[in-house]
Structures are given as C-alpha cells and as structure tokens.
C-alpha cells in the first residue's frame, strides 16, 4: 500500500509503486486537473505541486513522491477560484485548454517563490518548459502578470 | 431504425470522475412527440427546440475544438431569435442528435453552420410572432419581442412568452432562406465580446475532456504500431507480459494492442510486448524529398486561374524572375495524444471522439467495424487542440475495433510517439514561379506550377486500424484543398496557375490548419516581394499597383499603419551594423481569393554569424465582414500566427527509410515562450457584410511575411520552410 497526501486528504493506495503519480491521481482519484500529454517530461501539461514546487507527475513515480501533492482541483474552484486561476478566466487565457492545467501550476509556483511584479522576460522563462500548441502564450503571459497584480493585492 | 438512448450521470470516485452510463434501445430516441430528432438541414427542429422553461437548445454538427464557436453560434442565435444568451445552450457532435453540417475545417463553422442556425432562429421567430398575433389578437406591426417574449408594444402587461407558444413542441417547418434577419444596427449579442462558458471549467479541472471520460465496465488500451511503417505483424510473445496483472494481447492481422483493467498496466505490456514484423524501408530519402516529389507520377492537373496569355506576355518582359519554393511536411502535434472510448456490442456501437467530423467519422467507422451506419452513434467531447484530421479518429477506430474484438467498452489513449509518428501529415508541396517585368517593374505575366498530391475530396482518410487489420476499403488519399489560393490574389490580366496533382505522398496525407492556402501564399507572397526588389520598389507601394478591390486594399494599408511601415525598397541599408540585423516584410492574401482578407508585418531580428532568425512582433489586419465575437476572432488571429511563426522557424519532420524519428517534442521542436512574438491586430468589422471565417485565413502570412522580412534584414531570400539557421545563412543573395 501507498500513501499519498492530496489537496489535504491522505489516501491509501493498493497501486503498483512504479506507477507514474498522474496515472493515479486521474485513474485512481479521479484528479483530471493534471493531464497526459508527452509522458517525457517535455511539455508540462501534467504538473502538480509537491511541497509548492512544481513536479512533471508522468515521470514521477507515486512510490517515490514524499510530500504534500496539490492538483489544479486543490487550487480553487469556479466559484472560488485561486488568483491564479480567477486571472486566466478574466483574460481568457485558453483555446482548447489542455496545456492551461501546467501553465497554472507553473504560474503558481513561480509568483510564490519571488517577489512581486515579475518582468515579461521572467515570465517567458519561467514558463519556458511549458508548451502551448494553440498559441495562447500572449494570453497567458498577460494572465500571469494578472495573477501577480492580485496577489500582490491580496497579500 | 436501432437508436441509443444515453443517459449522463455524474458521480464522484475520490474527488470527481465523470462516468456515463447509457443503454442501448431499439426504436426512436425519446422525444416528447415520440419521433425521432430531426437532422434534416432543411428543419427547424433540426437546429433549435424552445423548452417550457423558456430556454433554448441549439444543435450543431460543428464542434468547439478550441475555437470559441462554443458561445459564437449561441450569440448568433440568442440575437435572431431574440432571447438572453445565457438561456441558450448547445448541444454539438452527437450524430443521434446534431444535423451533418459537414467537418469542423475551412474557416467554416461561423461562416457556414453559424449561417445555417441563423437562418433557422430567423424562420422561428416569425413563426414564434405569427402564434402570438393569433393568441393576443394584435397585427405583428404592434408587437415587440425581448428576451423570448412577445408584447404588445402599447400595453406591455398583454404578452406571451416563447414558452408559453411552443414549449417543448415541434416546430414542424422548414427552414426558410428568405425569413427576414434582423438589422445588424440592432444587434446586441452579435459583436459583442463574451468570454467563452468553458474557460473556468478549464482553469479549474472540471471540464471534461475526452481523455477524463471513462465507462463502467471499461478497458484501458495501448495500440503497439509496427516499428516500420508498412511492416507486416510475423509473431507475437504472449509471455513477453508475464508480470504485468491483467494484460493481455489482442490482435486482428498486423493490429496489435494491449489491453488491461488499469492503464498503467497497458502502457508497461505495450512497452514490454514482444513481436516479430516484416522488414520494410519503403519511404524516400529524406535528402532527396524534392528530387522524389519530382518524379512522383502526375494524377491530374487542376487549373487554378488561366486568363490572358502569360507567354506571349513574358515574351515581351524587359526582365524575367523565377523562383521555387519548398514547404517541409508537418505534423499537427496537439499537446494531448488522441483517445477515444467505444462500446461495441450487439451489434451496436457507442463511441466517444474528440473528431473534428463526428458525422464523417461514423461513415468511416461503419467501414472499419463492418456495421450499418444507422446502428453507430458519436458523441463529440474536447480533445486536446485539433488543427485539422489529426490521430482522433484513427484513435477512435482502434477503440472501436479493440472493443468489438473484445466485446468490452475500450479506452484507448495514445502516446505521444503514436501521435507525432502516425497522425496523418502535412504533406510535402513545391511551387514554382515565373514572372516577366516590363521596364517599369511591373508584372506583366505571372506563371505558378505546384506540386501536390491528389485529394479524393469526399473520402476520408483511412483509418490505421482498418489499414492494419486488413479491413478491405477503398483506396484514397485525401489532403484537402491544396490547391486553392495558388491563384494570386492580385488580378494580372495574363496569369496562369496550375497544380500537378501526384498520385502518392510519403505518408498518409491530410490537412492541416489552412492546408495549401499557407504553403501557396508562402510561395506567392515572397515571390511578389522578389518581384518588389526585382524593380527597386517598396513591397507595400508595389502590392498597391495591382490591387483594385477596396477591402485589400483596406487591410494592407491597414497592416502597413500598424506596423508603421518605413516606405522604402528591400533590403534595408541603413543602421545595420552588428551581429543583429533587424528587418520588415509584408504580406496579404484574400482567403481562397473568395472570402477574409488579412495582411500582415512581420519583424524579425537575423544574428548573421548563425542564421538564427526570431520573429519579434506580427502586426495583422483582419477583415472577415462582421464580426460576431471580437474576443474570439483575435483568440484565433493569436492562435494561427503563433502557431504559424512555431511552424515556418522551426517545424521539420524527420524520418528514415521506416519510419518518422520525429517522436517526440526534443526531435520534433515547437515555439517556446521566450521566443513568441507580440501579436498586434486591428480588426476590421463589416457589421453589414457576411460573417466570413476567422480560423485559418491569417496563417498564411507568417511564412512569407517572415522570409520577406528576412531579406529586409541581411539580404538573403529563404524559399524553404522551415528558416532554419543553416537554410538563412546559406540563402540565396540579393
């Protein structure tokens, strides 16, 4: 058995433990937050947070995980979303979305390890390893000076 | 006629799986006048159903693969029919329940389907009046209608709502091409920027997509492809799996997959399956592509425009240009490998696809699984980005076939060496330009040749699935419309383009976002410029002696004050020293010579020591008549010069003489962030005017836009896409 610590709850899990960290959180927990894209570690579209740092979950055995996971589901709501999310929603940062789980868990992230206002050029490199096929990068990189601005607010 | 009734629940496992459970029944699909619902194009019912609770369904059989028509074809029919957008709601690619408005492609979803709705709201709503005069008593001059209800415009208690008219009744009528549409000055909805209903969902991880959908009962699969592309399966190793609970072989001829109750036990059996295959090395030598494009055998030609005599004109040309032009093959490279889920049994078939073209899928698949079509029902969710007939519905045959063979609802995912190595590609085009100038500059005789493949324009291309099992089906490739915009959009009087159409390409051809009309405008865009340089003219003032129609116009003039173009010929002289060399380039191209006009500057920065060329910023002006959704169309004017500028800097597929080593996002490179350029777009709105299509139309400016913009800079014409550092560096001098 496995133990894992997700959004705040801790699970139990009869997996096998070379089982890559997003196959059960989308086949076991049901998280489809974070999504399959290259299973290389290339694209991001499957990151999650593991102790506020961002992890690339195809290639990350659950067996080898030892903090405290959080998914795109554990950010916020639609109702109550995270500022990072309430900032990709208000500039309609995505076409078809599928890349947009990494692009806010990367954001997330990058606005809570530095200080405020980062510069377009730190955001074009903080989210560098992240790819985009639909070519909403100006969206997003308008979303995450957006983010930055509220959390600034907030904080 | 068997129909399949679906019933959606959603339930939580853990913290939210979608699961949908459906059953299958003979007869008609519950409706309240028990029959069947339309699909008819020619029904109102077909489109549109007003509910008691006032509110609206609409019924499309196109479908929102990233492109925002999720709210465009709702405001679109909220503003006809007079209702609240936020009471319409849109039902898309259930080919039980969604008219065949043909595949989601061409730049036509609005321009077509979001027509046809209208046209539907609009023959409604007259009849929604005609009911209400009869029930208030009042002529239709006395009445007005907000918000789904009819009042009577002096005595505003007297009313009656939509509702209350036709609630859940049939409209029984047929769509009228003459009912009257509203004044667009009047328009509300239409034009207006609404934010798209699925960004949240998206944001936060409760949207589903097709690769969250799961069945009870369900398989997880792996397809495990031939490890050269026209290898035969010899041998299989069952035992090969021992140790990975639950997988097992299932194979129909050279199909081959693993399936397993958990997924990761299908990814380690497709990874670990041992099997034998035939040698096969049947694909062309890379180096030698265009010498082998050349030689294929020629089909047919299509004449794209014949009108003059452009020899006898060159005859008497002062100065002859010629040039050729090459565009790499491509691969559509969605960030999501494709998947799909389907149950077959009994001799019924329910399936779930992120297909661009449902209704054309369920054709295809009636081939593949050797069903009546009547008998087989998709029901369209997201994928991940669809630029064209990418691996969705080869991944949706596989699922359907795996099911049959095993009589269990399957899932398949692919990997993503699946998707970059076996989607259908981008073919490989070639074209060839001659022009003769008079004393002045001026083209006076203008003569293009391309070389693409044929397209069988009605068949769809074949699914991996039946081609591997050997399911017997009709030959055919298909690649769209290659030839369209060969024609140049400039009206010389003595012209001539054709396109040699080959009988074979090196991999299963299909489109991708604006298939031909790019690699076409490429090669016409760049070869007007040369032409520019050629007679010592600015390449805008030089576009301007030919254009007459006043939208052109309109828009390259409009690109050109974005972009606050420096009048002057090409290339730059002054203040080019250093390392970095900046330059500009313009292009245009009325889409399909029929329809959006767009025109747009690209600047790009070359370092002359490496080659190495970056696009900075990309001014577009657009000009698609009326707009419906501003917010939408710049989505989707960022989307295809990002993805474009991805696609001529850096975008090669490579192969050997088996197989495509380009598997991947290191071997097969794609736009970075720091490498994007600003997008900066002005937008022409012709409320007035037929809504045109937005999707594809500006795609075909970075390419040459890009190369023009090259030679600006260092002098050097790049006439292969992709401009990599090698090709800019190597280029041909001015």
């Known amino acids: 058995m496995i133990r894992i610590v997700v959004n705040g709850k801790s699970h139990q899990l009869d997996v096998e433990p070379d089982t890559p960290l997003l196959y059960v959180l989308r086949d076991n927990l049901g998280l489809h937050g974070p999504k399959f894209g290259c299973g290389l570690a290339q694209c991001g579209s499957c990151t999650v947070l593991v102790d506020g740092r961002p992890v690339r979950s195809c290639v990350a055995p659950v067996s080898q995980i030892k903090g405290r996971i959080v998914t795109l589901e554990g950010l916020g709501t639609a109702e109550k979303p995270h500022p990072v999310q309430q900032a990709f929603i208000e500039e309609q940062a995505a076409q078809c979305g599928y890349c947009i789980n990494g692009m806010v868990m990367q954001t997330t992230a990058f606005l809570s390890s530095r200080p405020a206002n980062p510069s377009e050029r730190e955001i074009r490199q903080a989210l560098q390893n992240n790819l985009c096929r639909c070519g909403t990068h100006q969206r997003i990189v308008a979303a995450v000076k957006r983010a930055a601005a509220l959390m600034g607010k907030g904080a | ?734």
């Open chain 2, 1 to 734: 006629m068997a129909i399949i009734e679906t019933t959606r629940r959603e339930f939580l496992i853990g913290t939210g799986t979608l699961v949908v459970s459906f059953r299958l029944v003979s007869g008609a699909l519950a409706q309240p006048a028990g029959k069947p619902k339309p699909v008819a194009l020619d029904q109102v019912d077909s489109f549109l159903a007003v509910h008691k609770d006032g509110s609206v369904t609409i019924y499309t059989g196109k479908v929102d693969i990233g492109t925002g028509i999720r709210v465009a074809l709702p405001q679109m029919v909220a503003e006809e029919l007079d209702v609240a957008l936020g009471k319409v709601k849109m039902i898309e690619g259930d080919t039980a329940l969604t008219p065949d408005q043909g595949p989601t492609w061409g730049s036509l979803s609005v321009q077509v389907a979001g027509v046809q709705l209208r046209q539907a709201a609009a023959t409604a709503r007259r009849a929604l009046i005609e009911m209400a005069v009869q029930k208030l008593g009042m002529p239709a001059s006395d009445l007005a209608v907000k918000d789904g209800v009819v009042a009577v415009r002096a005595e505003p208690h007297r009313r009656v709502s939509y509702a209350e008219l036709i609630g859940d009744q049939a409209f029984d009528l047929k769509v009228d091409k003459d009912a009257p549409l509203k004044n667009p000055k009047e328009h509300t909805i239409v034009g207006q920027p609404v934010p798209r209903p699925d960004v949240a969902g998206k944001v936060t991880g409760t949207h589903t997509y097709m690769q969250d959908f799961r069945v009870p009962g369900m398989l997880h699969a792996r397809v495990v492809r031939p490890p050269a592309m026209g290898a035969a399966l010899q041998s299989v190793d069952e035992s090969s799996l021992k140790g990975i609970k639950g997988a097992r072989v299932v194979r129909q001829g050279s199909f081959l997959a693993v399936v397993a109750e958990s997924e990761w036990a299908a990814v380690k059996g497709a990874r670990q399956l041992k099997a034998g295959w035939s040698p096969w090395a049947g694909l062309p030598e890379q180096s030698k592509l265009w010498e082998h494009v050349r030689a294929t055998p020629v089909a047919k030609d299509d004449v794209a425009v014949n009108q003059g005599d452009p020899r006898a004109a060159m005859g008497r040309a002062a100065k002859t240009v010629t040039a050729t032009y090459d565009f790499a093959v491509h691969t559509h490279g969605s960030i999501g490998p494709s998947c799909a889920v389907a149950d077959v049994r009994d001799g019924q078939a329910m399936i779930w696809s992120p297909s661009q073209a449902p209704h054309w899928l369920r054709r295809e698949l009636a081939a593949t699984l050797q069903m009546d079509v009547a008998n087989i029902r998709i029901q369209y969710l997201d994928g991940a980005g669809c630029y064209g007939r990418n691996g969705h519905e080869d991944a949706t045959a596989d699922a359907a076939l795996l099911s049959k063979l095993t009589g269990q609802p399957v899932r398949v995912q692919w990997s993503r060496a699946d998707e970059h190595g076996w989607d259908p590609k981008g073919p490989p085009t070639l074209v060839e330009i001659r022009a003769g100038l008079d004393a002045r500059g001026d083209i006076i005789g203008w003569d293009s040749e391309l070389w693409a493949p044929k397209a069988d324009i009605t068949e769809w291309p074949r699914t991996l699935a039946a081609t591997l099992a050997g399911i017997p089906q009709k030959e055919a490739i298909n690649p769209g419309n290659i030839h369209r915009n060969l024609d140049p959009s400039y009206p010389f009087a003595h012209q001539k383009a054709v396109a040699h159409r080959l009988e074979t390409t090196p991999f299963r051809p299909s489109w991708i976002r604006t298939p031909g009309r790019m690699q076409n405008t490429y090669a016409n865009e760049v070869f007007i410029d040369e032409c520019a340089a050629a007679a010592g003219a600015d390449p805008v003032e030089y576009r301007l002696r030919y254009l007459t129609d006043p939208r052109g116009i309109a828009v390259l003039r409009a690109a050109a004050h974005l972009a606050k173009w420096d009048t002057r010929p090409s290339p730059a002289k002054a203040g080019q020293t250093g390392p970095v060399a900046r330059g500009r380039g313009i292009a245009y191209v009325k889409y399909e010579n029929a329809r959006t006009y767009v025109a747009g500057v690209a600047e790009v920065e070359v370092n002359r020591q490496t080659g190495a060329a970056r696009c900075t910023r990309f001014f577009v002006a657009h000009d698609c008549g009326q707009i419906i959704n501003p917010d939408g169309v710049r989505a989707q004017i960022e989307g295809n010069i990002i993805q474009t500028v991805s696609r001529t800097l850096k975008e090669e597929l490579k192969w050997d003489r088996s197989r495509v080593t380009s598997v991947d996002w290191a071997s097969y490179p794609i736009l970075k962030f720091p490498e994007v350029p600003e997008v900066v777009m002005e937008l022409i709105n012709r409320p007035g005017e037929p809504p045109w299509g937005v999707g594809e139309p500006a795609a075909c400016l970075p390419p040459p836009a890009i190369s023009n913009a090259i030679f600006d800079a260092i002098g050097v014409r790049v006439r292969s896409v992709p401009f990599t550092p090698d090709k800019v560096k190597g280029g041909a001098r001015a």
